[in-house]
């Protein structure tokens, strides 16, 4: 019998069962907030939402830990803090960064919130999840369609601040992949990228997070992901395929020179805010050099870090 296939069996129900189960009260809570939308009772929900979405990353995390061998090697701040108002930024190698940056996370900061396409939303049953929990949702143009119907332009942006002016009275972790896609060898030949490990940073949707809500952002939670052993897929995760995961968590303050510029109309501000990432990926950059080195040299070294 082929064991892989088992277990990936039983993860996949095990997934399905688990978000069923926790799907039906977010959306029995949200649902409850819109309809009482007294500022003391939402935040009330709120709580709610939060706790529900907080066993559901724990199961998960448990079934990472239950169903594989993966040696983590995890660095945090102590001051992390689940009331806190972040931006945080990762590189992107895998589908399975995602899983790993909720566990890693979970119940240390507020619930991370990435920044979703439209189409997203008819996902069944996480479509509808991602909205009880308030997760953005934005529609983007091409220039063909922009081109027939100029109205268009600037909603997008437009919703990014709407959703960000939500974030500013409740804790959250807006989390941004500035590389906006998945790395791949043949991505970064394409781009010519001047970094070793990494893609080129796209620096519009912090831009616009810092635009809206930067006076009331702590800090930036700058995460570095590591596979030593290559890029590995969420199949290769729960085959047991993945020995081992690096996760570095730096917390960096804000320059207060990037705060409430008006990034879409001052070509300054958007210089000063693609200097800054571009130097948080240089730093980045040479981290994972380290990192990968180490692992050459000390195929075994430091001790397993708990996930979650």
């Known amino acids: 019998m082929n064991l892989n296939w088992l277990r990936n069996s039983v993860v996949a129900l095990l997934f399905a069962l688990s978000t069923v189960a926790h799907v039906a009260p977010l959306l029995f809570v949200a649902v409850l907030k819109a309809l009482l939308p007294l500022r003391r009772v939402r935040r009330a929900f709120d709580r709610a939402l939060m706790a529900i979405a907080a066993?559901?990353?724990?199961?998960?995390?448990?079934?990472?830990?239950?169903?594989?061998?993966?040696?983590?090697?995890?660095?945090?701040?102590?001051?992390?803090?689940?009331?806190?108002?972040?931006?945080?930024m990762a590189n992107h190698q895998s589908w399975v960064d995602i899983p790993i940056l909720q566990a890693v996370l979970n119940r240390k900061v507020p619930l991370l919130r990435f920044f979703l396409k439209s189409q997203l939303f008819w996902v069944p049953l996480l479509g509808l999840a991602w909205w009880a929990l308030d997760f953005p949702f934005m529609k983007r143009y091409s220039r063909e369609v922009l081109s027939k119907q100029p109205e268009l332009a600037g909603r997008d942006i437009a919703a990014t601040r709407r959703s960000c002016a939500?974030?500013?009275?409740?804790?959250?972790?807006?989390?941004?992949?500035?590389?906006?896609?998945?790395?791949?060898?043949?991505?970064?030949?394409?781009?010519?990228?001047?970094?070793?490990?990494?893609?080129?940073?796209?620096?519009?949707?912090?831009?616009?997070?810092?635009?809206?809500?930067?006076?009331?952002?702590?800090?930036?939670?700058?995460?570095?992901?590591?596979?030593?052993?290559?890029?590995?897929?969420?199949?290769?995760?729960?085959?047991?395929?993945?020995?081992?995961?690096?996760?570095?968590?730096?917390?960096?303050?804000?320059p207060r020179e990037l705060i409430g510029g008006d990034y879409e109309n001052d070509p300054q501000v958007r210089v000063r805010v693609q200097r800054w990432i571009n130097e948080i990926w240089r730093d980045k950059d040479a981290a994972i050099s380290r990192t990968l080195e180490l692992g050459r040299a000390s195929p075994v070294r430091g001790r397993s870090a708990a996930l979650g």
Request: charged share 20%.
């Open 55 to 88: 066993s559901w990353i724990g199961f998960n995390t448990w079934m990472i830990r239950a169903m594989t061998h993966t040696r983590f090697i995890i660095e945090t701040p102590p001051t992390l803090r689940r009331d806190g108002h972040y931006l945080v």
């Open 166 to 254: 939500k974030f500013r009275d409740i804790p959250v972790s807006v989390m941004n992949f500035v590389e906006g896609t998945r790395f791949t060898p043949a991505k970064h030949a394409r781009q010519a990228s001047p970094f070793v490990h990494l893609l080129k940073p796209k620096a519009g949707g912090v831009g616009f997070v810092l635009d809206a809500m930067g006076d009331a952002l702590h800090s930036l939670l700058d995460v570095t992901l590591v596979y030593p052993h290559g890029r590995p897929t969420i199949a290769d995760l729960f085959s047991d395929r993945v020995p081992e995961v690096h996760v570095s968590v730096l917390e960096r303050p804000i």
